[in-house]
């Protein structure tokens, strides 16, 4: 069962509340784009604080699953800029929309969501912490707090939010078995992790329990900060350009393509779920696309497929 609009919370339990109950919270971003002006005014400094307004993070630490989407027709379908927002918690700034909106055919360019109402990447978050002299550490506390990272951003828009539509044995996901709905996007969203793709050699030579539980607890350590040192790395690039939809696949067959994109497969990350179809030779599965060469290497998140979902 899902909770809409789970964008404003009574007090800091909500979140654990809603995971032991089962409950998927389903958030907007994209509104923290176009209401922030109102939040302080509307709800006080008290509510519209880190962690009462759209609080993603605090949800996913607590094992909510929120699942993102756009609330079309009342927002725009922009999910990269949803994913932006979940990130940040601000608007892209102008140039960085003016790029996204140049790698597009003059037909298919859009206004996006928060650049155009009068926040320029910045005032989305100052706005929904307030004024004063303080605005810029508020507004840096409010990301700090609640922004996701970009996995996570990811999820929020893919696999958590297919297991909240019931679908999540279906779609949301690149793995073997699900439905071939991807998009290939023009620029991969995940960053490698430092020292990543090592020989993978375990050193035998300690054999001694505690000898082997320090080096274990080292590695772990080691991994957890390259894990976080990629999220942060990650974070950083999605701040200076947003993506664009190079390619579309339904059940493994192209539907879509960027104009003056070129051959069909590439490096960049794909999206699960909405999606298009290709040159697969046969329909309905994420392995006769590969199979077909239809698709390329990029980024893997939360599947067994070489593509970032999306």
Same mark, same amino acid.
């Given at each position: ?9 009574? =007090? ?11 409950? *998927?919270?389903?958030?907007?971003? /994209? ?6 002006? %109102? %939040?302080?005014?509307?709800? =006080? ?8 307004? *759209? ?8 094992? !909510? ?7 079309? @027709?009342?927002?725009? %379908?922009? @999910? ?42 910045? #005032? ?5 912490? &307030? ?19 970009? @996995?996570?951003? %990811? ?7 297919? !297991?909240?539509?019931?679908? &999540?044995?279906?779609?949301?996901? /690149? ?5 071939? #709905? *991807? ?5 991969? /969203? ?11 050699? +375990? ?23 390259? $894990? ?24 493994? $067959?192209?539907?879509?393509? /960027?104009? =003056?994109? &070129? ?28 199979? +077909?060469?239809?698709?390329? +290497?990029?980024?893997?998140? #939360? ?8």
């Amino acid at each position: 069962m899902t909770v809409e609009h789970v964008q404003h919370v009574s =007090g800091p339990n909500v979140s654990s509340t809603l995971a032991r109950a089962g409950l *998927f919270p389903v958030t907007n971003p /994209l509104h923290l784009l176009t209401d922030a002006h %109102l %939040l302080r005014p509307r709800l =006080g400094p008290e509510r519209a604080a880190p962690g009462r307004s *759209f609080p993603l993070a605090s949800l996913a630490a607590a094992g !909510a699953r929120p699942a993102c989407g756009s609330d079309w @027709p009342v927002a725009d %379908l922009q @999910p990269l800029t949803g994913l932006y927002a979940a990130v940040h918690r601000t608007a892209p700034p102008p140039h960085v929309a003016a790029a996204m909106n140049s790698a597009l055919p003059p037909g298919r360019r859009m206004s996006v969501v928060g650049v155009h109402e009068g926040h320029d990447g910045g #005032d989305a978050a100052t706005a929904a912490v &307030g004024g004063g002299d303080d605005v810029a550490a508020a507004a840096e506390a409010q990301v700090e707090a609640e922004g996701l990272s970009v @996995p996570d951003a %990811l999820r929020c828009h893919t696999s958590w939010a297919a !297991a909240a539509a019931g679908l &999540g044995s279906r779609v949301g996901r /690149l793995a073997p078995g699900m439905h071939a #709905d *991807f998009v290939q996007l023009s620029e991969g /969203l995940l960053q490698p992790r430092p020292g990543a793709g090592g020989d993978g050699t +375990a050193a035998s030579s300690k054999a001694a329990d505690d000898a082997a539980a320090a080096e274990a607890a080292a590695e772990a350590a080691a991994e957890a900060a390259a $894990e976080a040192a990629a999220e942060a790395a990650a974070a950083a690039a999605l701040r200076s350009r947003l993506p664009v939809v190079v390619r579309t696949w339904l059940d493994g $067959e192209l539907v879509y393509e /960027l104009e =003056g994109a &070129g051959g069909g497969s590439g490096s960049g990350s794909a999206a699960s779920g909405g999606g298009a179809g290709g040159r697969a030779a046969r329909r309905g599965s994420w392995e006769a696309a590969v199979e +077909a060469g239809s698709v390329g +290497a990029g980024t893997a998140i #939360d599947g067994g497929a070489a593509w970032a979902v999306v």
